[in-house]
């Protein structure tokens, strides 16, 4: 049956009205909800920022984040560097060569390296010029040192002005009576010495011509007789070595008397005035130190390069090592002495090395010296002392004025008694030290420059060896040369390798077969 129009009619009104009753219930419902999105704009916007303002925090913090990361690894990379440069506590390089070991406190030095290992002596290896110095802490410090296999050394500090250390056992007993024999076959000769003291060396010792007269003295020097004394004239007579002439305090006053005269010269009554005054005594104690000094004894001098018996070899390496200094420098030194005091022997207080001055030049490094010096004295770094047999009574090595807070040369006198003259005051040293075999003493004759070479000298260092009661005394000096100027110290190093392996290459040069078919 069809529908007819009036039936769809009523049926569209039917949909209406129920499609306006479902939009009713709808805004019904709708009275409980927010708002329409067009009202809640502003809400939505705070939103937005809210969420960006997140990410913006996380970015900043992953940046900070990477920042912190890099500053970590970068103080764990510094701690590494210091670390594996450095390694735990104080580092030491004994010897040339060999691995880093600690020093100080309970601390070793490990044995030096081979002697035949190393390089010439002398050879310049492009360094910076450095000279290690032992630390003595305070007085009474004993620190522990290992120089040679199964065997440890208690050195103590005795004195910090001389730097001072004693080193028990430092020889077997039976060392030092190698080092007595080798001394006995090489001959000793002796040493009744008054007017130098050894810090001039060993072969010069030159004292004022007391002798002679003024007008004599003026006529030696005034060479082409024109009875003017120019300042070349003096400088040539100053390097006799026959022990003569004026010593270096005399020639000072005399330079600078020549040079305070606006012609540059003396005539006899400007010199006669000049040399009374060099000789007066009293004008300065470091020149009557020098021509007051007396001492009385017996010595030897005994290589201890290549070729040496081996135990004077194991002495100069201990040495090395001790101090820690380049074993170049250490070779090209003196040899070593031997001395020998019988009853009343002594030395009176001296320094074993001179103060540096513009016109005196390095005994030791005169292949490469100042010709122009005016003479060459002794320049001793340090002094390593071993004594060789104990003795019953007497015989101390004395430091007068060891430690005292200040120095003096004036002071060196009181009531009457020069403290430098052993033979009377020998107990009133500051520090004395009795021998016994096999103990052996270092202490530092200069103070450090402030940049690592060596400085002016201490005068604290001065000593002496107290009269023999008892017994027999034995010791050795070993002395460590250096020239206050490290340019020239280098200079004689390298002219003192390259004689070095002129001599090598000239002992071990090749021969043809003619000529060795000749040798044999």
């Known amino acids: 049956m069809e529908d007819t129009p009036e039936d769809l009619m009523e049926e569209v009104g039917e949909v209406e009205e129920e499609e306006e009753e479902e939009d009713e219930e709808h805004e019904h419902d709708n009275d409980d909800l927010p708002p329409p999105p067009s009202l809640k704009a502003p809400f939505r916007s705070a939103r937005m920022q809210i969420q960006r303002s997140s990410v913006c925090s996380r970015a900043y913090f992953v940046v900070v984040m990477v920042f912190f990361h890099m500053y970590i690894l970068n103080v764990i990379g510094l701690l590494l560097y210091v670390h594996y440069n450095n390694g735990p506590g104080e580092l030491v390089v004994v010897g040339d060569a060999g691995p880093p070991v600690s020093a100080g406190d309970g601390g070793t030095l490990m044995p030096p390296p081979d002697p035949a290992a190393r390089e010439p002596p002398g050879e310049d290896r492009g360094q910076s010029p450095s000279l290690p110095r032992v630390e003595g802490i305070r007085v009474g410090h004993v620190q522990q040192v290992s120089l040679v296999a199964d065997r440890t050394h208690a ?6 002005k001389p730097l001072l250390f004693e080193i028990p056992d430092f020889l077997s007993e039976e060392e030092c009576r190698m080092v007595v024999q080798l001394a006995r076959l090489k001959g000793l000769t002796e040493s009744r010495t008054s007017g130098a003291a050894p810090g001039r060396g060993h072969e010069e ?51 600078s008397g020549v040079e305070a005269r606006p012609s540059g010269m ?63 420098l250490v070779e090209l030194s003196e040899p070593l002495q031997v001395i020998r005091y019988d009853h009343g022997d002594f030395s009176d207080a001296h320094h074993d090395s001179s103060a540096a001055r513009s016109e005196t030049t390095c005994e030791h490094s005169r292949l490469a010296g100042n010709a122009s010096a005016l003479t060459a004295v002794s320049c001793r770094y340090l002094t390593m002392l071993f004594y060789l047999s104990s003795v019953d009574e007497g015989g101390e090595t004395t430091f007068p004025v060891a430690d005292n807070r200040t120095y003096e040369e004036q002071a060196l006198e009181q009531d009457g008694v020069d403290l430098t003259d052993t033979r009377e005051t020998c107990v009133r040293g500051n520090v004395r030290i009795k021998p016994a075999a096999g103990t052996a003493l270092l202490w530092y004759n200069h103070l450090s420059d402030g940049r690592g070479w060596m400085g002016e000298l201490d005068e604290y260092s001065l000593h002496g060896d107290c009269p023999v009661s008892r017994g027999l005394k034995w010791t050795a000096n070993s002395w460590v040369n250096v020239d206050p100027d490290h340019q020239q110290q280098t200079r004689y190093q390298r002219l003192a390798a390259q004689r070095h392996r002129a001599a090598v290459e000239e002992h071990y040069q090749p021969l043809s077969h003619s000529d060795l078919h000749q040798e044999l």
Request: no cysteine.
């Open 205 to 255: 010792a030159s004292q004022p011509l007391m002798s002679l007269s003024t007008e004599e003295v003026f006529g030696l020097l005034d060479l082409n007789q024109d009875g003017l004394l120019q300042k070349q004239e003096i400088v040539s007579h100053s390097r006799s070595q026959d022990g003569t002439w004026l010593n270096p305090d005399n020639l000072r006053q005399i330079l």
């Open 266 to 328: 003396l005539t006899l009554e400007d010199f006669g005035r000049v040399y009374d005054q060099s000789r007066r005594p009293g004008q300065q104690r470091s020149g009557k130190l020098r021509s007051h000094f007396k001492q009385r004894n017996k010595h030897t001098w005994l290589h201890q390069g290549p070729g040496s018996h081996h135990v004077l070899q194991s002495l100069r390496n201990r040495l090395i090592g001790l101090t820690r200094l380049p074993s170049p």
């Open 155 to 160: 050195m103590r500090t005795l004195s910090l």
